[in-house]
């Protein structure tokens, strides 16, 4: 069956203006997760949501940073007034009701010029 | 605060050669354990997991790790490895908190290079 997708693959920016990173979880999977990894820094976790709700937003960087989720599916990162350290790729993840196994997506590299 | 640490960043090896990754994490209540691998130019799989029950788990592709939980260890080990495990792998941590929150903690991965 088909995997966590995301969309796009790369993305050039230039400081200051805003992106949109797109996350399409696994069919059935309600809970869904955003990492993001810089080089050398391994895996940060941002935010995790269960359905449409985020119970955990504890690792935005700042309040640049918001993520939402519809319909118990498909996610949105924006990064407003992006920053030449928000450069790394953002990593989406998730899982099925009850289990700690997440799946990733292939990431979106962010680079912020 | 919860973290994860391994202890080798960098490890090259010859194939045939045994390898074992080192990996440690701070919590003292219930965690479950996970190794993930990627591959060059591949996203993020789950190589094994442990959750409960017998601490010595196997994965895929040969390897296996022991979950030591009086040395709060989840080392990584396979006897032989070859040229196509040249990867990045991190340990990962699930530690429980009052919401309930399922994300994990990472270590910073150690790059894996086997050389033919």
């Known amino acids: 069956g088909a995997g966590v997708s995301q969309s796009p693959s790369n993305k050039v920016t230039e400081k200051g203006k805003d992106v949109e990173l797109r996350c399409d979880p696994i069919s059935g999977h309600t809970a869904l997760y955003w990492y993001r990894q810089s080089l050398g820094q391994g895996l940060e976790f941002l935010i995790y949501?269960?359905?449409?709700?985020?119970?955990?937003k504890s690792g935005l960087p700042s309040d640049r940073f918001s993520a939402e989720r519809t319909g118990g599916s498909v996610s949105t990162l924006t990064i407003q007034r992006t920053q030449q350290e928000d450069s790394a790729v953002y990593l989406c993840a998730s899982s099925v009701p009850g289990s700690d196994t997440q799946y990733f997506g292939p990431g979106t590299r962010l680079t912020v010029l | 605060a919860q973290s994860v640490s391994q202890h080798n960043h960098h490890v090259i090896l010859s194939e045939a050669a045994s390898l074992e990754l080192g990996c440690n994490y701070s919590y003292g209540g219930t965690v479950n354990l996970f190794w993930y691998v990627q591959y060059p130019g591949q996203h993020l799989q789950l190589l094994l997991k442990y959750f409960s029950g017998d601490p010595l788990v196997k994965g895929i592709k040969g390897f296996e790790a022991e979950f030591i939980k009086s040395k709060f260890s989840f080392n990584l080990r396979k006897p032989s490895v070859q040229w196509s495990d040249t990867a990045e792998y991190f340990c990962?941590?699930?530690?429980?908190?009052?919401?309930?929150?399922?994300?994990?903690?990472w270590g910073l991965g150690t790059s894996l290079a086997v050389n033919p």
């Open positions: 990962a941590v699930n530690a429980y908190n009052a919401g309930n929150n399922r994300k994990l903690i």
């Open positions: 949501f269960q359905g449409n709700s985020a119970p955990d």
